[in-house]
């Protein structure tokens, strides 16, 4: 049985730009001012988003905070 999660979705997540040009600008500048070093590292935040996405068990949020994770050490 496939479940709706396809991880070649993750692929398409930047191009939300091209259907709602100026939500996603909004989206991408917050995005942007939450992940900025602070008080807590861009790493930090990363590991807090990981660990919510897996308390509300959502498979994108999942994947994309664990390599973002990964890649941030």
Do not use: N, W
């Amino acid at each position: 049985m496939k479940t709706y999660y396809d991880s070649e979705d993750l692929k398409k997540f930047g191009k939300i730009v091209e259907f709602q040009k100026s939500m996603a600008d909004k989206f991408f500048a917050y995005y942007g001012e939450v992940f900025k070093e602070g008080a807590l590292t861009a790493r930090e935040k990363s590991l807090i988003a990981l660990a919510v996405a897996h308390a509300i068990q959502c498979p994108y949020c999942i994947d994309a905070y664990t390599v973002d994770s990964m890649e941030k050490g």
